[in-house]
Nanobody
Framework: QVQLVESGGGSVQAGGSLRLSCAAS????????MGWFRQAPGKERDFVAA????????YKADSVKGRLTISRDNAKNTVYLQMNSLKPEDTAVYYC?????????????????WGQGTQVTVSA
């Protein structure tokens, strides 16, 4: 149905910025709601942000408000996660995911398709 490929991860110093990209491909790629999750070593996978496919409403976890912004480019079937003022606590593997159902953005089991993940490392 849809294939997801993340890119843009890397290593930065605390206070730096990164922009992650998630390119979606497939015949129905434009009709999915998209989300970002992250998983730190030894931790559970946590919700970061989500954006709807149609009107572009965005939702974010309280822990990243003011620092991380999700956006999309429908013409390119790509979603982005702009990360500013990064902290060592943001170090994790970041995954993009796609879902057809509206709502329940924070529930990883609601998402039907997942990318391979991209590593983000923030040094103190």
């Amino acid at each position: 149905q849809v294939q997801l490929v993340e890119s843009g991860g890397g290593s930065v110093q605390a206070g730096g910025s990164l922009r992650l990209s998630c390119a979606a491909s497939g015949r129905t790629a434009a009709r999915y709601n998209m989300g970002w999750f992250r998983q730190a070593p030894g931790k559970e996978r946590d919700f970061v942000a989500a954006i709807t496919w149609n009107v572009g409403n965005a939702y974010k976890a309280d822990s990243v408000k003011g620092r991380l912004t999700i956006s999309r480019d429908n013409a390119k079937n790509t979603v982005y996660l702009q990360m500013n003022s990064l902290k060592p606590e943001d170090t994790a593997v970041y995954y993009c995911a796609a879902k057809t159902r509206y709502g329940n953005w924070w529930m990883d089991k609601e998402y039907e398709f997942w990318g391979q993940g991209t590593q983000v490392t923030v040094s103190a």
